[in-house]
C-alpha cells in the first residue's frame, strides 16, 4: 500500500509537468462543462489549467453558500471553480498528498481570490491523504457535497475512502464524482505497475466490486450521470493492460435514510420548477431521469428521496409517501448510449 501511494506521489509529483506528459487519454476530459463552469474557466491560471488531470466534471449545481470537499484536489482547478459556485458565504475545502500539486494550488490563492473579486479567499488547502480526512480536522456532518474528478481510482484503501466521505457529508449530502472503471478485476501484477496505476488504469474500480463496496459503506443506490466508453491512444499501453475494457464514469449518490436496494413503487409523482440556475428546460437527475419543467413524472421511492430530502428540494415538488407499497417500480430503465451498466438499484 505504501509503495503505491509514494508512486502516485512520483508520478504526479515529478514525473508529469502538464497533461501533454500523459501516455493515455484516461486521465482527459472531453465532456463539455455546464455554462456556469465554461464562464468560470477563463478566470482560472494558465498553470492550474496545464496541470489538470480529470476525467469529467463533477461540479453539481446549487452550490451557492455550500461546504464542498474536493478529494485529491491536484493543482486546484476544480476547487477554484467551486470557490467562484459557493461565493463569498460558502467554503471550498482541497485536499491532496502530492506536496508538488498542492503547492501549486496554494500559490495561486490571493491571486483567485482577486480575480474573483473576493474581500477574503474562501478556499482552504489541506496537505494529506483523502482515506483519512478525520487527521485534517475535517468533522462528521460538516460537508454538504464532496467531489472528485480522476482520484479515488488512485487510492489502495478506496473502501476507506468512501467509508470517510459518508462520515463528512451532512444528512442530504451529495457525492458527485469521476473516475477510471474496469469491466474485471485489475491483476495485482498490473494494480501495482506505477505508470498503469499513475495512468488511472492500475486502479481501476471494477463496476460490480464498486457496486458491492458502495452498499457495504451506506449508499445504498447511487446513480451514473454518464458513461463514455476509453479508448487508451498508446498501443504500448493496451498491450501491457490486456483485454479490460475502460470507461469514464460520472457518478451521484446521495447520504439518505431509508433507501432502498432496488426501486420500490410507492405511487409518488415529482413536478420539477425549472428553478435551478443553468437548468430552465429540464433537470437530468441521472443517465435516465430527465424531468421537464412542469411536467409530473411517476417516480420510485429513492428518487422522490433524493428529490424531496436533499438541497434541490426546493425545485420539486413531490407529492404522496410510502404509506402504501404498490410493488416493485417498474418505470426505470438504465442505458447509456448502448453501454449496460448495474448500479445500485434498478434506477
Known amino acids: 500500500m505504501n509503495d503505491i501511494i509514494e508512486n502516485v506521489k512520483e508520478y504526479y509529483g515529478k514525473r508529469l509537468q502538464s497533461n501533454n506528459d500523459l501516455k493515455t487519454s484516461s486521465c482527459c476530459c472531453t465532456e463539455k462543462p455546464p455554462a456556469a463552469v465554461r464562464d468560470i474557466l477563463p ?3 494558465d498553470e492550474i489549467k496545464n496541470r489538470f488531470y480529470g476525467c469529467g466534471s463533477p461540479l453539481p449545481p446549487l452550490l451557492e453558500g455550500m461546504t464542498v470537499l474536493d478529494l485529491g484536489c491536484g493543482t486546484g482547478r476544480d476547487i ?31 491571486e483567485q481570490r482577486e480575480r474573483f473579486g473576493f474581500k477574503a479567499s474562501n478556499v482552504k ?3 494529506g491523504y483523502i482515506e483519512d480526512l478525520r487527521s485534517l480536522g475535517i468533522e462528521d456532518q460538516s460537508v454538504d ?5 480522476c482520484v479515488i481510482n488512485l487510492s489502495p484503501a478506496k473502501e476507506q475512502v468512501f467509508k470517510e466521505i459518508y462520515r463528512v457529508l451532512k ?3 451529495e457525492l458527485f464524482f469521476s473516475d477510471i472503471f474496469a469491466d474485471r478485476r485489475i491483476p ?8 498503469l496505476r499513475g495512468e488511472c488504469l492500475g486502479g ?3 463496476t460490480e466490486d464498486f457496486r458491492r463496496l458502495m452498499a457495504r459503506c451506506g449508499w445504498t443506490d447511487f446513480r451514473y450521470m454518464s458513461i463514455r466508453g476509453l479508448g487508451l491512444n498508446s498501443e504500448e499501453i493496451e498491450d501491457k493492460i490486456g483485454p479490460a475494457a475502460f470507461s469514464s464514469r460520472t457518478v451521484r449518490a446521495f447520504k439518505l435514510d431509508g433507501l432502498e436496494d432496488i426501486c420500490e413503487d410507492y405511487g409518488q409523482v415529482a413536478c420539477y420548477d425549472g428553478s435551478i440556475p443553468g437548468h430552465p428546460r429540464f433537470f437530468d437527475l441521472d443517465d435516465h431521469h430527465r424531468f421537464f419543467t412542469g411536467k409530473p413524472m411517476l417516480v420510485c421511492g429513492n428518487t422522490a428521496s433524493m428529490l424531496s430530502d436533499t438541497r434541490y428540494g426546493k425545485a420539486f415538488k413531490v407529492t404522496g409517501d410510502r404509506s402504501v407499497h404498490y410493488g416493485a417500480f417498474g418505470g426505470c430503465s438504465a442505458e447509456t448510449k448502448g453501454i449496460a451498466s448495474k448500479m445500485g438499484s434498478c434506477c
Open 145 to 149: 457535497a464532496v467531489i472528485s474528478n
Open 188 to 195: 495485482e501484477s498490473l494494480a501495482t505497475d506505477p505508470v
Open 80 to 110: 477554484y471553480i467551486v470557490s467562484k459556485l459557493v461565493g463569498e458565504s460558502g467554503c471550498a475545502i482541497g485536499v491532496d498528498m502530492t506536496a508538488e500539486q498542492i503547492g501549486i494550488a496554494m500559490k495561486y490563492q490571493e
Open 43 to 45: 478566470m482560472i491560471a
Open 171 to 173: 444528512p442530504g449530502g
Open 125 to 127: 488547502f489541506l496537505n
Open 204 to 206: 481501476a474500480m471494477y
